[in-house]
């Protein structure tokens, strides 16, 4: 309900957040709740093949990326597929990782609370996430690790995603810098 009710988006290019987020909420909660500890230990196995659906449209011609401009309605239906919900949903889950539960929920909680009732974009869900990220002070990733452009990549790209890491040691053996291109 937050995303759609509380927080609408402003065109159907960003209505694979709704999607996205409940498939990962469904899922992560599941992982969490004392109520469902007995799928604990499988929860995140059973989100590994559900994403199996999101591996085989990036396999196809058709595939586009998680955010894509659908030009009009008519279009709309065409990007609610295994990309809207599983790849989304998988970039949710990734992001979750990276920023951290508490980055991740203040992040979360300024984008319902700056855009409650309103129509919002991508922008401005990925600048409350990354203005999350820039307060928690977290370099764990290295100085030069910009969120905003790893999330650009990573939702405006088709197909699979290829990872390339550069990174930059400090004299110390700890990481100066690492960058995901």
Known sequence: MWFGNLVTMKWWDDLWLNESFATFMSYYCQAKFEEFKEYHDITWAMFNKYKGWAYRADGLSSTHAIYSEVPSTDDAETVFDGIS????????KQTHFIIGHDTMR????????DFSWKNTTL??????????WEQSGNKSLGENFNFK???EQWLKTSGANVLEPIIEWNADSSIKSLVLK
Do not use: I, M, P, T
């Not at 203040?106 to 609370?113: D, E, N, T, V």
């Not at 922008?123 to 999350?132: E, Q």
């Open 106 to 113: 203040a992040g979360l909680h300024k984008y319902f609370q």
């Open 85 to 92: 919900y599983g790849k989304g949903s998988a970039w949710l």
């Open 123 to 132: 922008d401005d869900f990925v600048g409350s996430l990354n203005w999350a």
């Open 149 to 151: 452009e790893w999330c």
